[in-house]
């Protein structure tokens, strides 16, 4: 499975960018994905992850009722809509996937994209 992330950008404070994160390869089944971020100087951290069937979401509390996971199945495509971005959700934002794990921990996801960079200006 290979991930390509993309989207990221520069915005102000208060704004929305959407991320992409598109699925290819060896795709078949049910897989869960998720949203890290890493920001300079500091360890990578979960943000949102949507389970396999798209019924279960989870989030981070810093992100929580400001992002929004969701995914086009079909596409194997998962989004993640950050509205009211501040200046600390600055960092590289990557995207991972795993057939079995659904969760918020970064070393039970196999899968990984390159990262794309989200920078908020104050």
């Known amino acids: 499975v290979q991930l390509q992330a993309s989207g990221g950008g520069l915005v102000q404070a208060g704004g929305s960018l959407r991320l992409s994160c598109e699925a290819t390869g060896r795709t078949p089944g049910s897989y869960s994905m998720a949203w890290f971020r890493q920001a300079p100087g500091e360890d990578r951290e979960f943000v949102a992850a949507i389970s396999g069937n798209g019924i279960k979401t989870i989030y981070a509390d810093s992100v929580k009722g400001r992002f929004t996971i969701s995914g086009e199945k079909f596409e194997n495509t998962v989004y993640l809509q950050m509205n009211s971005l501040k200046p600390e959700d600055t960092a590289v934002y990557y995207c991972?996937?795993?057939?079995?794990?659904?969760?918020?921990?970064?070393?039970?996801?196999?899968?990984w994209g390159q990262g794309t960079q989200v920078t908020v200006s104050s």
């Open positions: 991972a996937a795993d057939f079995v794990y659904f969760g918020s921990s970064d070393r039970d996801y196999e899968y």
